[in-house]
């Protein structure tokens, strides 16, 4: 049996040794009302856990959250559905470099698409250098030794760094190098990506390098920065020489005339336990060596980017033109829908298993708040000389923003829905151990002192006074914590849990706002759907005197 299923198994025993204990017949009426409007409000109707590492006969293959990182990945996914007789689950779109590595070491995903500068500077924390083949050397010997993990040979391509400007900029400023830039920088205002800015291979290093010091520096996603130069806002951005918005927005990309930026070549980088229990898989993966350059993933970028294509049938497509699958059995979708409705509807399915997913995981990690944070309470209300600070340190739990937290969990949980589960349900417990506390230590001190007055023990008060009274107390928190954890939920795309966050992080990615609003407008929908049905459960659960006065 899972922990949850024994977790849940000594709570029901905990209460209904509780219910046969109690003799008045309205009394265990209200306290199985409670307890099942709770625990089953939060539980999805199948809740279904995958698990974090991959089962025998199946890899699974991650990608970061930038669309060339999911193109190559899908391609190497079915490449290997292709070719081989192995089953493949994509973990596609996980939060940056750092979150893929740990998912690689600790075995949570089998493979993903990395690059050489990127292992070089951001993982080994060496000096940039500017020889391709001395850094894919140094890589490989490093990451073995340290970690067992592969380099399968690169692809053929590099996708460096780069820094551009509008092209008008270009022409009034005279700017061709990087360092042409350094005079006009303080002037200047800049769209940089998260990584960049943090990396030592990226502002950082060029800060320390060129010396440049900009006016001002904005953290932005990929695609708003394009937009962003496009209509003035931005003066100087980052890019990916792979880039195929390159060829549709007006820039200038600027000469690194010191060398900064350290080769970037594309390559797949393996678990060297996965080599070793499936051999096959290297020699497959290795048919895509040196079969790509930067003139066809410039392409084959544009038509994400911009035209709005599948991922997966543009990998199709790919490989098919390399000759490494047969005809592609996937069919073509839209480009780009005209509407917000016709997209709804042209993806119905899909959304709807998105949904179903996110249902799934905040439902449970919800439940399982429940069966952690009201009896806690009622713990805390017998211990009231530590019953603040309790609370005040789970509320700590807080302030950890939900992408670290989340991230923190790979190592233990790896990736997909479990680690996701276990972060929501943290921050599930706070608002309601808070509720379930205030409402017990503040119902209603007349009826309390009533009860002392009529003999009543501690325990009877509970069940028979301060239980019921704070019901609704009680309801109030796990309908804070049912928003809250629906909201959050959405975040969970990135470490591969799914749930309606996939279409966000994918419109973001293309600043789509379609797709953006496709996974939105429902994950908004479910958190009002959410907070009305515990709304009713806590009208159900209320004591009738207390419905009367209302």
């Known amino acids: 049996m899972s922990c949850f299923g024994t977790l849940r198994t000594s709570m029901c025993r905990c209460f209904s040794n509780t219910v046969r204990e109690t003799r008045n017949p309205m009394r265990r009426t209200f306290i199985l009302r409670l307890l099942a409007g709770l625990v089953l409000c939060g539980l999805p109707a199948s809740p279904s ?78 000096e940039p250098t500017g020889d391709a083949t001395e850094t894919l050397n140094l890589v490989r010997s490093e990451f073995l030794e340290r970690w067992n993990l592969w380099w399968i040979s690169p692809l053929g391509f590099e996708n460096a760094y780069a820094l551009a400007v509008p092209r008008e900029h270009a022409k009034q400023f005279g700017l061709r190098m990087i360092s042409d830039l350094v005079r006009v920088a303080p002037t200047f205002s800049a769209g940089f990506g998260y990584e960049f800015i943090q990396r030592a291979d990226g502002l950082p290093g060029l800060q320390r390098v060129y010396g440049l010091r900009f006016k001002r520096v904005r953290a932005m996603q990929q695609a708003l920065k394009y937009q962003a130069a496009g209509s003035g806002q931005i003066d100087a951005l980052d890019v990916y020489t792979t880039d195929g918005r390159l060829a549709v927005y007006d820039l200038t990309v600027l000469e690194d005339d010191r060398n900064f930026f350290p080769p970037y070549e594309a390559a797949a980088l393996v678990r060297g336990a996965t080599l070793e229990r499936y051999p096959e898989l290297g020699l497959v993966l290795g048919l895509l060596t040196n079969s790509l350059d930067e003139k066809t993933m410039r392409g084959l970028n544009l038509r994400l980017q911009e035209h709005g294509d599948a991922v997966e049938r543009v990998a199709r497509d790919a490989l098919q033109s390399l000759g490494l699958v047969g005809k592609p059995e996937i069919e073509p979708r839209a480009s780009k829908t005209t509407g917000l409705a016709d997209y709804l509807w042209a993806h119905r399915a899909e959304l709807t298993g998105r949904m179903i997913e996110h249902v799934g995981l905040s439902g449970l990690a919800l439940a399982l708040g429940i069966l952690v944070a009201v009896p806690l309470g009622l713990v805390l209300e017998r211990q009231r000389s530590v019953a603040e600070l309790v609370i005040r340190v789970i509320g700590m739990t807080q302030t950890i923003p ?99 966050g996939v279409p966000i992080v994918a419109g973001l990615q293309l600043a789509d706002t379609t797709i953006i609003l496709s996974g939105a407008l429902p994950a908004a929908g479910l958190a009002l759907v959410v907070d009305g049905m515990l709304g009713l459960v806590e009208r159900t659960v209320r004591p009738r005197g207390l419905q009367a006065e209302s």
Not at 438 to 446: E, I, M, N, S
Not at 486 to 499: E, M, Q, Y
Request: charged share 10%; glycine share 10%.
């Open 402 to 500: 939900s992408i670290a937290l989340l991230a923190f969990m790979i190592p233990l949980f790896g990736v997909g829905p479990l680690p996701a589960i276990v972060a929501l349900w943290i921050y599930s417990i706070f608002p309601i151990v808070r509720n379930t506390y205030t409402g017990l230590r503040d119902a209603a001190p007349q009826a309390v002192e009533a009860g002392w007055a009529l003999g009543m023990t501690g325990w009877q008060l509970l069940q028979s006074v301060r239980l019921p009274l704070a019901a609704p107390v009680i309801m109030a928190g796990v309908r804070t914590a049912g928003v809250i954890t629906v909201g959050t939920a959405t975040l969970a795309a990135f470490i591969g849990a799914g749930g309606l």
């Open 49 to 126: 856990v995958s698990p974090a590492w991959p089962a025998e006969g199946r890899i699974v293959i991650g990608s970061k959250n930038f669309m060339e990182s999911r193109l190559l990945a899908e391609m190497f996914a079915q490449l290997v559905e292709e070719r081989t007789q192995l089953q493949v689950e994509r973990r596609l779109g996980l939060a940056g470099t750092q979150v893929c590595f740990q998912a690689l070491r600790t075995g949570a995903i089998d493979l993903y698409p990395e690059y050489t500068g990127t292992g070089l500077v951001t993982i080994l924390h060496r």
